[in-house]
């Protein structure tokens, strides 16, 4: 079953903050976010691998909480470069062939 | 670095057609990936190779076939389109699964298929 993003769609204005999550109704061994920008292939950002589990990567960040089957991406102090469509990906088990994609989300930052 | 390349990168189709997509990685890559992408959809997997000679399904296969008879090459075909079958297709490669780094999956281009 795909993962569920929420929001599906965000607008922000430069400098603002957001938070997109995901979250699935199995249990999770990975979660994957990725970026697309419109008319390019998704981007990997960042991988989160365990329960707790926080990264950063310049002002994206992320949290895993395994137990609650959900991850949280953080967008700070937004930049017009941002803008895009997030997606996250899961998988269920330690070498899991592939992933599940949510639906992603339109985050829009407008100046 | 060329990474993953799809080719075409546009097609039409009328109803009924064949064609064979083609994705190409130069990274050594085990796994590889055949993907759709319909509005407010996602990515979602058609089918997949963990090496040369594998082919699995994923979640929407049918109406797909696959082959990897080499490492490097994963091709999708359509043996006879229909229009449900328009979409943007992503072919996506990576190392392996012992490691973060190796977990990454990579993506092509994308392929824009239009079928009438």
């Known amino acids: 079953q795909q993962p569920v993003q929420s929001p599906q769609a965000v607008i922000l204005r430069e400098g603002e903050d957001a938070v997109i999550n995901c979250s699935s109704s199995?249990?999770?061994?990975?979660v994957h976010w990725y970026r697309q920008k419109h008319g390019e292939a998704p981007v990997f950002l960042m991988i989160?691998?365990?329960?707790?589990e926080q990264k950063g990567h310049e002002k994206i960040s992320a949290s895993f909480n395994e137990k609650k089957q959900q991850s949280s991406l953080y967008l700070t102090a937004s930049q017009l470069s941002y803008s895009g469509t997030y997606f996250c990906?899961?998988?269920?088990?330690?070498?899991?062939?592939?992933?599940?994609f949510g639906k992603g989300t339109k985050l829009s930052v407008i100046p | 670095n060329a990474g993953v390349t799809q080719t075409p990168k546009f097609r039409v189709l009328k109803t009924g057609q064949s064609m064979t997509l083609l994705c190409a990685q130069d990274m050594n890559h085990e796994y590889m990936y055949w993907y759709r992408q319909d509005p407010g959809m996602g990515l979602r997997l058609i089918h997949y190779?963990?090496?040369?000679?594998?082919?699995a399904k994923g979640e929407v296969p049918d109406g797909y076939n696959v082959s990897r008879l080499k490492k490097q090459n994963f091709l999708l075909g359509l043996e006879s389109a229909a229009p449900s079958q328009t979409s943007v297709y992503f072919c996506?490669?990576?190392?392996?699964?012992?490691?973060?780094?190796?977990?990454?999956?990579?993506f092509g281009a994308g392929t824009r298929l239009s079928v009438l």
């Open positions: 989160l691998l365990k329960g707790g």
């Open positions: 996506a490669s990576k190392k392996g699964v012992q490691s973060e780094a190796k977990n990454i999956q990579y």
């Open positions: 199995k249990a999770l061994y990975s």
């Open positions: 190779s963990v090496g040369e000679g594998t082919t």
């Open positions: 990906g899961t998988d269920s088990g330690a070498g899991s062939y592939q992933l599940t």
